[in-house]
């Protein structure tokens, strides 16, 4: 076992502390980390009435949500704060909140 601690590469930050990027009416995204072949993590905040353009479809891999606050629409339910989604790939859902939302985004595969 090892007694060191080793914080090689460790990543600590606030997602209030990065800048938004507006990906669409709405809706913005924060980037929290890149890895390589594009996984990455990210926090998109819904405005009331928010939604995707189109249907979002997973086609290199699956994309795991996590609803930080809010309510988030996939298309077919409502999901409340606290709430884990994964979809794997090849799914597609489309997107939206008629009251806003907060949501931790991951590609765990890119």
């Known amino acids: 076992m090892d007694n060191e601690l080793n914080f090689e590469g460790a990543l600590a930050i606030n997602w209030n502390n990065i800048d ?8 913005t995204e924060r980037v929290l980390w890149e890895g390589e072949n594009g996984k990455r ?7 009331a009435g928010a ?11 699956p994309e795991q ?5 809010g309510v988030f629409y996939d ?9 884990f989604l ?5 799914t597609s859902h489309a997107p939206k909140s008629e009251s806003g939302c907060v949501l931790l985004v991951l590609y765990p595969e890119g």
């Not at 994964?86 to 090849?90: A, F, S, T, V």
């Open 20 to 27: 938004a990027n507006e990906c669409a009416d709405g809706i």
């Open 41 to 47: 993590a990210l926090v998109y905040e819904f405005q």
């Open 75 to 83: 298309g077919r339910e409502d999901f409340h704060a606290g709430t």
């Open 65 to 69: 949500i996590y609803v930080i606050s």
């Open 51 to 61: 939604v995707f353009p189109g249907i979002d479809t997973h086609e290199v891999g």
């Open 86 to 90: 994964h979809l794997p790939k090849g």
